[in-house]
């Protein structure tokens, strides 16, 4: 469902700051997650990134096509194993939040 534009979505952005000597297993859950998300029905986007200044912090941003979408998403096998994966981790904060979009649309 990777489209050009959209009339509404649904937008999930988090920050994540890792113990730094987890850093990088949070950096490879991360990359699995969004090698097995991006291409989920519903799925606008899924990025997950390492912060240039810190190398404990990551964000992630992730666009799906309706809120069903991302529940079943939140639902699924792979994202809960992933989940439970990351949480075996020294976690120090985490914000996670979720919105309604008014729409978007793709630039040139």
Request: hydrophobic share 45%.
């Amino acid at each position: 469902m990777n489209t050009a534009s959209t009339e509404r979505f649904v937008s999930l952005v988090g920050t994540y700051e890792i113990d730094p000597l987890d850093a990088a297993a949070f950096a490879r859950i991360a990359t699995a997650s969004v090698d097995q998300t991006v291409n989920k029905p519903g799925c606008l986007y899924y990025i997950a990134s390492q912060d240039l200044k810190q190398a404990n912090v990551f964000h992630l941003a992730e666009g799906w096509a309706t809120q069903e979408a991302l529940d079943v998403h939140l639902g699924s096998p792979d994202f809960l194993a992933m989940l439970e994966q990351a949480f075996t981790l020294r976690i120090v904060r985490r914000e996670i939040y979720v919105s309604a979009s008014a729409g978007r649309t793709l630039l040139g």
